[in-house]
């Protein structure tokens, strides 16, 4: 069975992740979704990590899923969202997976952190107002990543 581990990860939180479940399931393939080359239909499984923005996907993320839909239907499918606050979580899904895809993926919340190091002036203040953290603050949830088997 062939499997591949696809991340888009801009602070590093979901990379972490990604890094993590491909140690767990040492026969799966690594990939940056922005170097991904190949052909999705290639493969039996796939896991999608990502981080969400202010209740959305990337837009990467997002026209991945619109162009392989159908393909990524026919497989096992885990999608692992990163995000700190998650508190409109069925709003989220709703958003930004179709019925179908919500239907057939294990959706995984796989945490967040803030790494106030990797964080712009703006993105600091931003950070600072709406959360409250000052400082970098990690909550990755490997027992819910531990529940990624392929």
């Known amino acids: 069975m062939t499997s591949i581990i696809l991340y888009t990860s801009k602070k590093g939180s979901t990379k972490k992740c990604a890094q993590y479940v491909h140690a767990q399931n040492k ?7 922005s170097d991904f080359q190949g052909e999705i239909s290639r493969y039996d499984s796939l896991v999608l990590c990502s981080p969400i923005y202010f209740g959305q996907v990337p837009k990467k993320v997002r026209l991945f899923l619109q162009r392989n839909e159908e393909i990524i239907l026919q497989k096992k499918v ?12 069925d709003t989220v899904l709703k958003s930004n997976f179709s019925d179908r895809l919500r239907a057939q993926a294990k959706i995984v919340y796989g945490g967040g952190a803030y790494y106030f190091d990797k964080l712009n002036w703006l993105e600091k203040i931003v950070v600072r107002k709406f959360s409250g953290y000052k400082v970098t603050f990690e909550d990755l949830q490997y027992d ?3 529940k990624v088997q392929l």
């Open 78 to 89: 885990y999608i692992i969202l990163n995000a700190m606050n998650m508190d409109a979580y």
């Open 144 to 146: 819910k990543l531990n």
């Open 27 to 33: 026969k799966t393939e690594l990939c940056s979704l």
